[in-house]
């Protein structure tokens, strides 16, 4: 492998590695503040607005795994090249897209490409950069990328979308081409590495978990007694079944079970699964909810969450510091009782609700709550293992979380949309509403913020079956460190 040849931080290899990473967490969010008027503008189902999210979080969660060997397979500058071209070419597809199948087409694309990008662009950091001062400044501005991202995307996203909502998409083509371009002349290739890649693995669960999702999405709107929903839900456990088989033989598998064995360990994944079910879930029924209920513009509905941004930013300054004192469960154990609270809170709330009055407090509050949670879960994912299973480990962690997201919001948005119709309203886009039909809405959207409670509250049950001590997390955290360091 080629020897990193930066010293120094500032230049066209970080802008290029931590601007890919930006768009890739930017898009996500976005997406979100556009779900309102996609659905207006191109008719969508309930079920096709959440698959515009969930196509892309599937694509791109089950397949990260994936991605990252491609690029120790084949060498990660031209990999990364080739997830980024994939993103910017589905970008242009999305603006595009005509009818919710060219959508949700585009947006799996997009995370196709994402999957290949993201984690090839985090290796790059550590082959490009030296180590010591260098390397450990870029991964701070890499990482720093996620929460300015996310940040970023509520108000550029919501700004945008005020204009038109393809333009969150088509944003990106200029932003990937210039990348791509900078990319060629800023990275140095790797060495390719002889390795056997696990595809049949990551083809059979994303395709066993978007089967999944089909049926919980698909039941409300089709009946739960229909043939392409039971034969989802059917093909999407046989995948998954075939999956775990499959792993069982793999020569280097996505998933091995080796690290499954720590009782602990297998808690800390359950708990972060329904944590990132939690943020996935509450981002899009809050931002629907201010937008269909409330009559918030999309610009307004993304500068209403900027108080979630700082709650999780200040939880997690505090989680970081206590996390080497307390046990950790208890950390996310408080967390997730704030969620709870904040969730269950929201779900009172209909279109008399004000934001100062009734959303700023819980937002910010909810907030925090995840900020307590995310910040030790990841810890404790590495905790009391050797330097060569961080990696690994620290992958699936990702992987759990990512995937939490679409899982949930099937099951969340199923509950939502049944709520709905047994109050009178109606399935899909309709031009205007009459009165009760927007009361049965809103009951939907609110009764869905109880499904994220009951998710806060699993991950709050898992982490009591946590029993890693603050001397293994600050192992933990010094190991990560120099995992990084290299």
């Known amino acids: ?72 397979a084949f060498g990660r500058k031209k990999m990364f090249i080739s997830g980024v071209a994939l993103f910017t070419l589905a970008s242009l597809a999305c603006g595009l897209a005509f009818n919710e199948f060219t959508l949700v087409a585009a947006r ?153 064995q720590d009782r602990n360990r297998v808690a800390t994944f359950v708990a972060i699964f329904f944590a990132g079910a939690v943020m996935f879930c509450v981002a899009a029924y809050v931002a629907l909810f201010v937008q269909d ?59 008399s609700a004000t934001y100062w009055g009734n959303l700023f407090v819980p937002v910010i509050g909810i907030g925090f709550g995840v900020g307590l949670a995310v910040v030790p879960l990841p810890l404790c994912a590495i905790a009391g293992v050797g330097p060569s299973e961080i990696g690994p480990l620290a992958a699936i962690a990702q992987v759990a979380q990512t995937l939490g997201g679409p899982l949930a919001l099937a099951v969340v948005g199923a509950m939502a949309t049944s709520k709905t119709l047994s109050l009178g309203g109606v399935k899909g886009a309709v031009a205007e509403m009459n009165p009760a039909q927007l009361v049965a809405l809103g009951e939907g959207y609110t009764f869905a913020l109880v499904g994220s409670a009951v998710c806060a509250a699993i991950a709050g049950v898992a982490a009591l079956f946590i029993r890693f001590t603050p001397q293994q997390v600050a192992q933990a955290q010094a190991a990560e460190k120099a995992a990084q360091e290299g």
């Open 1 to 72: 492998m080629n020897a990193p040849v930066a010293t120094r931080v500032l230049g066209l290899a970080i802008v290029v590695l931590s601007g890919l990473q930006m768009m890739v967490v930017l898009d996500g969010t976005v997406a979100n503040l556009a779900l309102a008027p996609l659905q207006q503008d191109l008719g969508l189902s309930d079920s096709g607005r959440n698959w515009v999210l969930t196509s892309y979080a599937l694509a791109f969660g089950g397949l990260m795994l994936l991605g990252g060997r491609l690029g120790d």
């Open 108 to 260: 799996f694309l997009q995370g196709v490409g994402a999957a290949v990008a993201s984690p090839t662009a985090l290796a790059l950091v550590a082959t490009t950069f030296a180590a010591g001062p260098a390397r450990n400044q870029a991964i701070a501005i890499f990482a720093a990328m996620t929460g300015i991202g996310s940040i970023a995307g509520l108000i550029i996203g919501g700004a945008l979308t005020e204009v038109s909502w393809r333009l969150i998409f088509l944003i990106n083509v200029p932003i990937g081409a210039v990348i791509v371009a900078c990319a060629f002349v800023a990275l140095r290739e790797t060495a390719s590495e002889r390795l056997t890649l696990d595809v049949p693995g990551a083809v059979l669960a994303t395709l066993g978990c978007t089967g999944i999702v089909f049926a919980m999405s698909e039941g409300p709107e089709l009946g739960w007694t229909s043939a392409a929903v039971i034969g989802a839900a059917i093909a999407g456990v046989v995948l998954l079944v075939a999956f775990l088989l499959v792993e069982r033989q793999a020569d280097n598998p996505l998933l091995p079970f080796s690290l499954f």
């Open 293 to 351: 209920i409330l009559g918030y513009s999309p610009l307004r509905a993304g500068m209403a969450f900027i108080p979630f941004a700082f709650g999780l930013g200040g939880a997690a300054a505090v989680a970081s510091k206590l996390v080497v004192r307390i046990q950790p469960r208890w950390l996310v154990l408080a967390g997730a009782a704030v969620m709870v609270v904040g969730l269950l809170y929201g779900s009172t709330l209909d279109s």
